[in-house]
């Protein structure tokens, strides 16, 4: 899945994402919102962002689409209006889950108190698996402008072929 290129605003009651999402089929678009978790997903984008502060879709909640940018934009009402979020800027920080923290412990341990010790089949069934993709943020598209105009066809290998046309 990938990460799309986002942006984050806020007011005194409403914080806004805008998604960039190009490419992506409207029907098949889910957001959701709970708590301090903002989830939005149309493939093949994915994003979940985990909010400093406690939003809530309501009826002032709102979105739309701009087909021509590619574009999101998602409205949801904070839970205490007038509250300011810190770090939207910080957008890393908005995609780690939070408490999640390195172990720092030593790299050698006692597995079992024999040679062939192992696991237990308790120890094995016990591991939880985790659930986060890791999402990264994707560079915005340069704009390909040649002198000749855009290119068309095959491998891009025609260009002006209608200009004499009128």
Known sequence: ???P???LSQTDSLLTVIIYAPYTN???TEVFVEENQFIFYSSPYYLRLHLPGLVEESRDSHGSYSADEGKFVINVSKVTPGQNFP????LTSLLSPPGKKVDISP???VI???PNAGPSVD???EEEFEWFLEQKISEPEPNSLTIDGPKYGFANQKAGVFRNLQ
Do not use: C, K, V
């Open 1 to 3: 899945m990938l990460t």
């Open 112 to 114: 079992g108190d024999g």
């Open 123 to 125: 120890e094995e069934s």
């Open 87 to 90: 770090d939207l800027d910080l």
């Open 26 to 28: 409207i029907a098949e």
């Open 107 to 109: 790299g050698i341990q």
């Open 5 to 7: 290129r986002f942006e």
